[in-house]
């Protein structure tokens, strides 16, 4: 058991899980009618299309295409777990319960406050499940591996901090642009502390998972609880 605790934390098992969840997104863009393409996108990818533009990479697809790219430069970068760590493919299957399981107890923690973490544009059921899908893959991506990075490379500037507390700083502070990020843009929700609060805490338990647990099993416990809320919102 501990040889799956330390093997599925790692790139490489978080590059393999996340697979699906990116295909799945994806493949439901585009089958996604082409007048509705350009506005639903989850609001993590469409902001990283945003900032891709302004260096002149454009394009409908060039996001998914360019974070694909760069998984599996991740996945080459860690080429010492092919020789270190034996592909289990009983380890998804558990990975998969254990996402789900956290995304229970997220549920629980958010105590019937029946929030998407995610903010749904679309009013078809499969946009939404998409667009759940892309905030599970995307938004961890963005708001936990590439933000708390930057923000702990930043600290690290100004602090003469140990490692662990700029990670756990960074966490937080990232935590707080996640909840705030909801409330940007014309899809945004209109600002509310309590859903501030929500979304905050939120973060804070989604951060922590990505540091005990990887952004393997992150992304799917993110997306497994939008999807468990939208079950709750339709069959009410």
Not at 15 to 36: A, H, K, M, N, R
Not at 101 to 114: A, D, E, P, Q
Not at 147 to 164: E, Y
Not at 185 to 199: C, H, K, L, P, T
């Amino acid at each position: 058991m501990n040889s799956y605790w330390l093997s599925t934390r790692s790139p490489l098992y978080s590059f393999l899980f996340t697979v699906p969840l990116f295909l799945i997104y994806e493949i439901g863009i585009f089958l996604t009618s082409s007048d509705d393409m350009f506005v639903l996108r989850n609001g993590a990818d469409a902001l990283m299309r945003q900032i891709l533009a302004t260096f002149g990479i454009t394009g409908l697809y060039w996001v998914g295409v360019i974070f694909f790219i760069g998984f599996i430069i991740a996945f080459i970068l860690q080429r010492k777990y092919w020789e270190e760590t034996q592909i289990h493919s009983d380890y998804f299957l558990l990975m998969m319960v254990e996402s789900v399981g956290w995304s229970v107890l997220i549920y629980f923690l958010m105590t019937n406050v029946y929030l998407l973490l995610m903010n749904p544009t679309g009013s078809m059921l499969v946009q939404q499940v998409t667009l759940a899908v892309g905030a599970g893959i995307y938004e961890e991506f963005l708001f936990r591996v590439l933000l708390i990075a930057g923000i702990s490379v930043i600290l690290g500037f100004i602090f003469q901090w140990s490692d662990k507390t700029r990670n756990w700083a960074a966490m937080v502070i990232a935590a707080g642009i996640f909840s705030s990020f909801h409330f940007i843009g014309e899809y945004g929700d209109f600002f509310s502390f309590n859903i501030f609060m929500v979304r905050f805490l939120a973060g804070i338990a989604l951060g922590t998972l990505y540091f005990l647990r990887g952004f393997g099993i992150t992304a799917w416990s993110h997306a497994v609880y939008d999807l468990i809320v939208l079950t709750r919102m339709t069959t009410q």
